[in-house]
């Protein structure tokens, strides 16, 4: 597969052409003796973020070392700048490629200015020693990386998010054209993960810097990646933008997932339950119901819901926690066929959650709905365009006519009719999930 990358045209603080290629693989195979990767082809221009993607043991790192010459390729080429890898001397390469490893770096009696001085050393003389300038560049590197108030403390005396911006800014002051990164993120808690792709984001932006990450965090990569270079089965399974690449069916199947569900709209990845404790029906629309949808899929019951936009928050939120949705179309759609399903969909629940409450329009015994008369009990047959409220209604009435019982949030999402129904059937929750919906 070739896989070429693409982005607009845009100034370069170093002076030079966006659309220059920085890395280009052609037909690579690596791998340690066998080939745990073949057939790679890829290629893109500088200033880009591509994130590595793939379950553990797809070969991430071994491409990563691949690339770093730490292994040599077992077949195929790579050209950085259009020029065989191969072709680099030691120096040249170091001047042009640097490498973030997972090792934790953790020297003793190092200060950090003198550790991120060691990037410096592809541009020094034999001796190493730093000159003005070279400080210089070590000072802009750690405040590139938010990380110059370190400058005077020991390295084996930081935090790891703190270790991981000093790894970052040292491999920065080689003033390389692609830094590779395998985990960059690893061991870091969640502010520094946000905060460090962050940084490596601007810097592919500010400073022109080409950046491939091997990742774990697929949500992560969707939001921070111009490219992803997804991985399986010993080969290249595509490569392009997040936004076209990674659906939700791909994620899905990159992974394995069984008990999750990516949304390629929400960029997260939802929880499923195993259905064990029994089906409830949820009417919801927006983003009333997402917290409650997650909290019933927690705690094993298998979901249906109706009847939101198809675009609304809770469909996205539903459908990647594996639920039957039933949406409606903001332009109308068939409300009689939607209601067929629905009903149907209704009969073996065992209760249904309004998570609309009585802040929803249209409740029982109020405004009767566009399309049905007062006291005319046929379905929907047409004038208007029926809205949330219509559907809620139909339900709701449909549900008490079967006998379910009927669990309604309170205003503002108030979670305590919901609480009490869960715990008397065995399933309690959580004083911090009510107040998450009570809004307080």
Known sequence: MTAEASRPREPDPRGLPREEVVLRAEN????????????????FPQGSFVSVLGSNGVGKSTLLRTLSRHLPPLGGEIKIRERPLSGYSASEFAKVVSVVMTDRASPPLLRVLEYVGL??????????????????????????????????????????????????ARALAQEPRLMLLDEPTAHLDLKHRVELMGILRGLCREKSLSVLAAVHDVDVAAKVSDQVLALKDGGLTSFGPPQEVLSSRFVSKLYDFEKAGY???????????????????VLTEKDRGAQSLRHLSKHGYALKVGVPERHDLDAYVAGALGAEVLTRDSRG????????????????????????GPEAPNPPGGEEAPGREKGNDAPFSGGGRPDGGFYRRELLREASRLGLTIISLGPGGDAAPLARELEERGTALSGTYGKALSGS
């Open 263 to 281: 949304s390629s709209h929400l960029g997260g990845i939802e929880i499923r339950g195993d259905g064990s404790r029994g089906r409830v029906f």
């Open 119 to 168: 990037g410096r050393h592809p541009h020094t003389g034999f001796l190493g020693k730093l000159r003005e300038t070279d400080v210089e560049v070590v000072l802009r590197c750690l405040a590139d990386v938010k990380a110059r108030h370190l400058s005077d403390r020991f390295v084996d005396q930081l935090s790891d998010g703190e270790r991981q911006k000093v790894s970052l």
């Open 333 to 356: 759609g068939k409300p009689e066929e939607i209601l067929r399903k629905a009903f149907r969909s209704l009969e073996d629940c065992d209760f249904l959650v309004d998570a609309l």
């Open 28 to 43: 690579l195979s690596v791998g340690y003796k066998k080939p745990v990767l073949s057939g790679l082809s890829f290629s």
